[in-house]
């Protein structure tokens, strides 16, 4: 452990500034208590999502190189995302500037050109979950823990893009030989690739009991399409939530704002329409560690949580 | 085991009938199920070409055509078995373009999870392989308006020009897009919640940080959506943005 660095560029993205600040606040809570350090981005610009590369694709080169460029400018070779479009996003331009010469040659006199320096170097971005579960992890969090999530049954969220595809996120384990052609080699520190389980370690080491999730952990909620795309979002989150809740979990705990945005917003609607079991509500894995180490749900702001999950929290004296 | 690649044939080239006999041999029963052959005399061979000019789009020459994409693929085994990107990419090769045009209403539909890149065995990105195909059909116009290019466009353009996404305008802004009446403030020409025609879902959702009394949610939102976050010196670097984005044509279509 500890071979990204206490010390990174923190790229909160779009969502966490707005509608997720709930995330942003309890990140900040957990880093703090895990003794680690966040170097806010300064001055950085939407990465693209999963929107803009359909569009344009040289464009989001840009978009992404720019926050690269403004990382190394305060010193830094490691970005960390929370959301899971950020981080592939930016692992996506890593990609192909890595492996495409052309492409980042173009990129770089196309910075400068617009009043930005080039990249002398390529700076690595990582989600946030795998930094935590690296610079702290599960024996920092069980440490840290002063008041268990005992009683707890979570069903971990990983969503799409935190562990595919592997070209980008890094995250497949090959036998080598031939494959070594095809697939870039998995980074050391990158989570299972079908069955990720850092949040799983982290929320059972704050004392809570994880459930069977699988194959769910990393279904699509809709994500992109979540409003361009209504009826097949809502049926990809009808699927997540009733598994969730069939296989016991009190609350979903979630490492990507848009996931958290898509299900909330799609519990909502399948509860108006009487459909069943679909009233688990969802926290993001970060509220429930700042829970676990004490802070109060107003310092985590559980309220922002637009499915509510304080009931369920107070019932079990967690909130 | 679901089979996979059935709904390729398109039932009125299907044929089966009551009684069957070949050369005085009564083949009735199971053995009837012809399925009559087809003729295609229209390959548009530059097609795959400009896909593979795209550095997105170079990798699907690897595909082999096993299909594991379509297998991992959640629209087509839990939505519409027409949406199959194996074949997407076999008639894209080919340059079938009115077989690609034929399946125009689900091909938008990618939710674009992955799946299909991250088990390719060849090392296809599939994905972007798809989305570089769907972008250049509607930059031939081969391909009407849909969906989800819609809001695409209309993200991009947000990005554009301020640099940040903020959460109510996208929303409501895609709302407005939908059909609904939207009530904006007459000074900023802000988009105004709670009054004008949202849909009910959303109302409601709307209401809750009101009934929660989270003040400062609300304040922090209303906030944002009265002055869009700005990146701060953005102005140059959008100059050199949106050239980039006409020279790829992506602004056009
Ligand atoms: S998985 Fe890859 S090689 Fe197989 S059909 Fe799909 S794109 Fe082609
Ligand atoms: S990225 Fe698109 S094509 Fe690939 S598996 Fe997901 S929905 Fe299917």
Partial sequence: MGVIGKRVAYYPGCSLEGAARAYDVSTRIVAKELGLELDYLEDYNCCGAMESKNVTFMGTMLLNARNMSLARKQGHEVIVAPCNGCSFSLQRAEYFLETDRSVYEKVNALLREGGVDSLDKIPHTYHILEWFYHEAGPQKVKEKTKRPLRGLKVANYYGCLYTRPHFYARTYAHAGGQEEEVRPRKRDTADDDEHPYYMNALLEAAGATNVEFEPMHTQCCGGPHSLSDEMVSEKFVMMILQTAKRNGADIIATECPLCHASLEMYRHRLMMKGVPDVDVPAAYFTQLLGLAFGYGANDVKLKDNLSDPLPVLKRLGLA | ?253
């Fill in chain 2, 1 to 253: 085991m679901a089979i996979h690649e059935r709904s390729l044939v398109e039932p009125e080239r299907i044929l089966r009938k009551e009684r069957l006999v070949v050369e005085g041999i009564d083949v009735s029963g199971d053995w009837n199920l012809i399925i009559l052959p087809r003729v295609i005399n229209d390959y548009d061979l530059d097609f795959a070409k400009e896909i593979i000019n795209s550095p997105d789009g170079k990798t699907i020459n690897q595909c082999y055509q096993c299909s594991y994409c379509t297998a991992s693929c959640p629209v087509h085994n839990y939505w519409d078995e027409r949406y199959n990107p194996r074949h997407f990419i076999y008639l894209a090769r080919l340059g079938m373009i009115d077989e690609l045009q034929k399946r125009a209403d689900v091909m938008w539909r990618c939710v674009s999870c992955h799946k299909c890149t991250h088990r390719c065995p060849k090392g296809v990105l599939v994905e972007e392989v798809l989305k570089v195909i769907l972008r250049t059909m509607a930059k031939k116009g081969l391909i009407e308006e849909y969906p989800s290019k819609k809001f695409d466009k209309f993200f991009t353009e947000q990005v554009l020009e301020y640099g940040r996404i903020e959460d109510g305008e996208l929303l409501f802004g895609w709302i407005e897009k939908q059909g609904y009446k939207v009530v904006k403030d007459p000074i900023l020409k802000k988009p105004i919640p709670f009054i004008g025609e949202t849909p009910e879902w959303l109302k409601e959702l709307t209401m809750k940080p009101i009934k929660s009394m989270n003040i400062g949610f609300l304040m922090l939102n209303a906030k944002h959506m009265l002055f869009h976050p700005r990146t701060k010196n953005w102005n140059r670097f959008k100059q050199v943005l949106r050239k980039v984005m006409e020279e790829e044509g992506a602004l056009a279509h």
